[in-house]
């Protein structure tokens, strides 16, 4: 019986956490968060300020962890998708073109994106960096890419789809996922494809459909 004070101490320390990471999401969806209070996110996710203290050091480590669990849950979003690309080229095809799909399924998780910035997304170094870095580097090794530095790349990648994904969230009336596309062409094209290799890679079905 002695462990079960603990476990549940653990149960209402981890729904305290999570509840915090949900109001900081919040949060970073309606803006970059730097105006808003450590007491105004406490009061959002119905804990005490002293217990917003036991978790986090300060609103930008909260901040930091709730970047982290959007990527995390993005990253599981794309990953499904990713069996059977082998190609370096068409898995960084399908990331992008897959990316939008996310975006238009998840609102929040693109307002996140945006309102969060390249350099906490990038310091993340979640599974889709991760892997964005591997594939980089094979496509390299392989003669596939024409690129001497695939840390550069992968920024120039990272900043591209941000930069596609702020557009369609000012701009909804785009097609995102045929914008994600023509995005793919030319990031291809750029990494050393050939145009009409390039062109061919980016449109290819991604799931049984064009």
């Known amino acids: 019986m002695s462990g079960v004070p ?32 450590i007491r105004s996110i406490a009061e959002r996710a119905d804990v005490g300020l002293g217990s917003f203290y036991n978790h986090f050091p300060s609103k ?23 069996c ?44 889709l960096v991760r892997h964005a870095h591997r594939d980089m580097e094979r496509g390299i090794a392989s003669g596939r890419f024409a690129v001497a530095d695939p840390v550069l790349a992968v920024s120039v990648l990272n900043a591209g789809l941000l930069a596609l994904l702020e557009l369609w969230s000012t701009r909804p009336e785009i097609d995102g996922e045929r914008a994600a596309g023509v995005m793919v062409e030319m ?14 890679v980016a449109w290819r079905p991604l799931d049984g459909t064009a």
Request: contains cysteine; aromatic residues 4%; glycine residues 10%.
């Open 84 to 127: 059977g690309f082998d190609d370096p080229a068409e898995r960084i095809a399908a990331v992008v073109r897959i990316s939008a799909r996310v975006a238009a399924a998840s609102p929040q998780i693109m307002r996140i994106l945006c309102n969060s910035g390249l350099g906490r997304i990038h310091a993340g170094r979640g599974p």
């Open 60 to 82: 930008g480590d909260l901040f930091d962890a709730a970047v982290a669990d959007v990527l995390a849950e993005y990253a599981e979003a794309v990953e499904g998708h990713l």
């Open 187 to 200: 990031l291809l094209h750029m990494l050393g494809l050939p145009e009409g290799e390039a062109r061919e």
């Open 6 to 37: 603990a476990n549940r101490f653990q149960r209402r320390r981890g729904e305290t956490r999570r509840a915090l990471v949900r109001a900081a999401r919040q949060v970073l969806a309606e803006s970059e968060g730097a105006g808003v209070s």
